[in-house]
DNA sequence: TGGGAAGCT
DNA sequence: AGCTTCC
């Protein structure tokens, strides 16, 4: 069996583990830039504010107290996730992360009743040792354990914990209940077409005819179905498989026409994409560059170019990275635009034990190579010890327009020395947690 | 008015 | 390359 752990409105319940005054409240958690709201508490959901919604549009109910909207602390949510991710790992025969408040985990050797226990006990254990609520769903697939969670959220039944077997009438019941809509791997327009072939439940998905549907649809509509059945298609191993490509990218707090500005962020791109490279163990062969205006401002003039760069060849070295990409930024770059996004994005990859099977090398460039490792080695290394940023290459800019946009950020409680948690009062310390909160 | 990735057409 | 899907 294969349970899925998912930690209840994650980014808000990061928030109120550390501060008590956001519990009861409605409280949203804004994107990149505090752009839109891309969390929320039940609260907030109760007053009919959209997942998505532009946090420009409910500025008024921030004004007046009647909801709070935090900027996004990705640093937080990164360290709360290992945590419960911790627990899984010792108290699970397999850990598998999906997403950073998803974990799908491996249940098998359970009898019905200890099955149930060990799904309440991780549910127990999580709340208990990070503060996080989590809902388990378990099941014989990843598409049906995504189910039983959904289950186990919403519905009154299942407080917390359900356990959905496949062939069981209980099974029959709650899949003719789902929307076909809510079935993991069916978006808006799938659902759309499922529609008009009459099915509208988990349940007809369930019973329809798959061979029929992979043709009218893919094979990824067949594993669903089959997936719904009981009938697992997709590994566990699945979901940590190498990327087979690397993006970076990230909206502007103020747009820009500047090159320098652009190499800014490009060069902090780059080096980002490079550690993510790294830490999958792979080579890139070439790097893309693409640059884009506001595209919500049609009455400005509109340019999204993009250009790749191969390098000599495949290569995790920050410096061939960067010098790759801003090749690339010379040759699209026009002045005259107001910039608003930049990214970089690492293609062809490969796995780095492709690199030592060069037997043409010659002495140095073998020299070169191990220079190369040891010192993205060490850059990685110090990074990891002494916090993201420590060591990089390029001056550190301050106020560059590229930068993101975070007004409401709550301190780094769990990553950030200057920003632990204040546990007693006093007026320094006081001051100093204020303080903390600019970005 | 987000960012990141994958697969299909 | 653009669209869809996921979170």
Redesign the pocket.
Known sequence: MIGLV?CNN?YVSCERVFNHKLNGRPVGI???????I?ARSEELKALGIE??T???LVRHLVERGEIVLHSSNYELYGDMSHRVQGILERETAGVEP?????MFVRMDGFEPEALLEHAKSLHRMIRRGTGIPVCVGVAATHTLA?LANRIAKKHPGYPGVCILHAESDEARHLLQQIKV?????????????LQILGINTAWDLREADAKRLRRK????MERTVLELRGISCLEMNDFN????????????GRPTSQLCDLQGAVRQ?AQ??AE?LREQKSLARAVLVFLKT?R?RPDLPQY?P?L?VEMERPSQDTRDILHAAQEALRKIYRPKYGY??A?V??IDLTDESRQQLSLMETPQTEEERQRSQKLMATMDALNEKMGKGTVRLGLPEKNAPWH?RCANRSPRYTTNWDELMVAYTDEGAAQKNKANKLC
């Open positions: 998912d994650f804004m994107s990149n830039n505090d752009g839109c891309i997942m998505g532009p946090a420009h999906y997403s950073i408040d998803e995504k809509s809510d079935v993991w791997g069916v978006g808006r327009r799938l659902n759309e077409r649809f893919s094979v990824n498989e190498p990327r087979q490509r690397i993006m970076t990218s990230r909206s502007f791109h980002r994409g993510k506001d919500f999204s993009s790749a608003k996004k990214g994005m690492l993101l």
